[in-house]
């Protein structure tokens, strides 16, 4: 790739005709949309199951809490490779693979006997939940064209609705059924989604080239290693030279390296080279960990805070994260709208900034307030923030390379979740470590409204729209 490529944004490629007549725009966007809504889902609806799973397959809490954390990994893997692969081989094909693996992978879920089965098949279940991302990602790129921001910025709606409604469905399904059933419930759902995109989904043009298994196996080497080690830093006693913990940590570190190597070295590696070193892009993968460390990480820290702070119960806890959803899916739905009048840097900055100051409005000990009204607002604010800067981060870099859109949205998508299994696996090993527990929880929103603040100012490095001259170097 040369040094200073320029793209000339206005002749990109928008929408093939072809694939917009295949079905109607409302129909493609409805079917991909509702695999990203069950991906989201499963992220979450294990959370209220876990002592329920323990229990039946005589499991302590440590390993079935890996349900979860399996997943969270897997999604990380999977969203990069899935990018590469839906430009390599055409989105519909991966999508509809994708969806092959969600559900036949629920379905062993369903019938699983051991933990270890179970944390096996839940990763395999995060291949093709994680691949729904960058491949319905391409596919409303390609259908809708020039209006793609828009339609892409109301995915960021899609996935707080999703993880919203996951424990609430978990509780449900585990109280009239069984644990089994929230994965079974996947199988007759996504069958509909699958079919339903076999029949209307367009397909795009592959571009052809090799999938590099070596680098993701790398990819997924370095991020498996170094949670290993951030988790062993928890245990009691441990410290960042044991063997436990400093044998991951290298081991992580040397894989990363070896990824990064790889990827330069190859022609078409599994993550283009340009989209780690290249400013705007780089400037992009820190914001987006910070965005997903803060936002997603957040819905996890907050219910421990409020339980052990507050003494609040583990539903009341819970319905905290019902007002900052409610908040982000309409604020995201509003700036989707507006977001070619506002541009992309304006609502990044004023929603990290809001998002930032919902954070330390939590760390604060409530006044003239009751505890759970006190955080029900700061959440509220946070997702306020999280939904203004949303549809903006998402669209950011698109632009800069059209022809790696699946690639971008995978990577994306792999940052977002590592900063979030990174703040709450750190988060959470201080926690064990300290013996002050609730003082340490508070700290780290604090941390967390910091960081947000010291990535703000990497949103000038990032295009402020979708015209113009830029350049991709």
Known sequence: MAAHRLIRLSDRSSADPALASAAPRAIVFAVVSLALFMSSV??????????????????????????????????????PVAGRLSDRLGRKRVFLAAAAVFILSSLACGFSHSIALLI????IQA?????????????????FGERRDQALGLFSSIFPLGALVGPILGGVIIAEWSWRGIFLVNVPVGT?????????????EPLGGKIDLVGSALLGATVLATMLGITHLGDPGS????????????????????????CSRLEDPVIPIALLKERSFAAMNG??????????????????????????????AGTLLTARALGEIGVAALASMF????????????????????????????????????????????????????????????????????????????ARQAGAIVAVALTTSLVARSGAHIATLGHAFFVLATLLMLVTPLV??????????????
């Open 42 to 79: 499963d992220g979450t609806i294990v959370a209220t199951g876990l002592p329920t799973i323990g229990h039946a397959l005589s499991a302590r809490l440590n390993w079935t809490a890996w349900t979860m954390t399996a997943y969270q990994l897997g999604l990380v893997v999977a969203m």
């Open 120 to 123: 096996l098949f839940r990763v």
């Open 127 to 143: 291949l093709g939940g994680g691949a729904f991302v960058p491949a319905a990602t391409g596919i409303v790129s390609d259908v």
């Open 192 to 204: 509909a989604f699958f079919l339903l995109g076999l029949r209307y989904l367009p397909r795009s």
């Open 239 to 262: 410290s960042i030279l044991a063997l436990g913990t400093a044998g991951p940590f290298l081991t992580g570190i040397g894989c990363g390296v070896a990824f990064v190597r790889r």
């Open 287 to 316: 914001i987006n960990f910070a965005f997903g460390a803060c936002a997603i990480g957040f819905g996890s820290l907050v219910p421990v805070f409020a339980e052990d702070r507050y003494g609040l119960k583990p539903l009341a």
């Open 339 to 414: 977001i070619r009048r506002t541009g992309y840097r304006v609502p990044m900055v004023v929603g990290f900034l809001v998002m930032a100051g919902g954070l330390a409005f939590i760390a604060v000990p409530p006044h003239l307030l009751s505890p759970y009204v006190w955080l029900s607002l700061g959440a509220a604010v946070t997702g306020v923030g999280t939904g203004a800067s949303a549809p903006a981060a998402n669209n950011a870099t698109l632009q800069l390379s059209p022809a790696d859109v699946g690639s971008i949205a995978g990577l994306r998508g792999a």
């Open 460 to 473: 000038i490095a990032v295009p402020d729209s979708d015209g113009g001259l830029v350049s991709a170097a």
